[in-house]
């Protein structure tokens, strides 16, 4: 049964740091991890993938690292701004995590 | 721009009506996506569609059923609504790829409420 997991539902940081936010999965049925980004009244917007044949992906303020013994992900912002306080979700083909919400504070 | 659009944002129903919720998107997109989401436990898949008249069941199929008679369209019916199906239902698209990633597009939401 394929699951994904996050298991924060919230962090809060200071504008200018790193926020790190983390994914587990039990069965990976799909060669690509995705992060998607909701803000409010709004649908996800896709951020960034990871191809389970990597281990790094980045994209300018963005880096998702993929731990595949560990079977962990995490999706990495620096610096953090305020504009990225929004709701992040982890995904493997049509499965979620429970997606975490991010604030970050001027 | 890809665009995926809900019927409505806001639906407010009492228990025992029928509903339909209708999603529309315009990239010519193979794949289609119900799911709800619902605090802590994020976004749940309903139903999906590969192609028109196709349709496969998720991980929370009961009470629901799905309709896509053109390739476009994708719609999600509650035969009697019950107030556990209020939510957020997000509709998604994408297209049939393999051996690369395959981001999904959604649309705004539909918030349901069932009295």
């Known amino acids: 049964d394929q699951q994904v997991k996050q298991n924060s539902p919230s962090l809060s940081v200071q504008e200018g740091r790193i926020s790190i936010l983390n994914c587990d999965y039990t069965?990976?049925?799909?060669?690509?991890f995705l992060w998607y980004k909701k803000y409010p009244a709004e649908g996800p917007t896709f951020l960034i993938s990871i191809s389970s044949i990597k281990d790094k992906n980045e994209d300018g303020r963005f880096t998702v690292f993929l731990n595949k013994s560990a079977k962990h992900l995490s999706l990495h912002i620096v610096p953090s701004q305020p504009g990225d306080s929004a709701v992040y979700f982890c995904?493997?083909?049509?499965?979620f995590g429970a997606g975490t919400r991010l604030t970050v504070k001027p | 721009d890809v665009k995926v659009t809900q019927s409505s944002r806001y639906l407010v129903k009492r228990t025992g009506e029928k509903v339909f919720l209708e999603c529309v998107q315009d990239?010519?997109?193979?794949?289609m996506f119900w799911y709800r989401q619902d605090p802590g436990l994020g976004l749940r898949l309903i139903y999906f569609s590969y192609d028109v008249k196709m349709k496969e069941k998720g991980d929370i199929p009961e009470g629901y059923s799905v309709s896509r008679e053109k390739k476009e369209r994708f719609s999600l019916i509650l035969e009697s609504a019950s107030t556990n199906q209020t939510s957020m239902y997000l509709c998604?698209?994408?297209?049939?790829?393999?051996?690369?990633?395959?981001?999904?597009?959604f649309g705004p939401g539909t918030r349901l409420t069932v009295l």
């Open positions: 998604a698209s994408s297209f049939r790829v393999s051996g690369d990633y395959n981001e999904q597009f």
């Open positions: 990239m010519d997109h193979e794949n």
């Open positions: 995904a493997n083909d049509m499965r």
């Open positions: 069965n990976s049925m799909f060669d690509y």
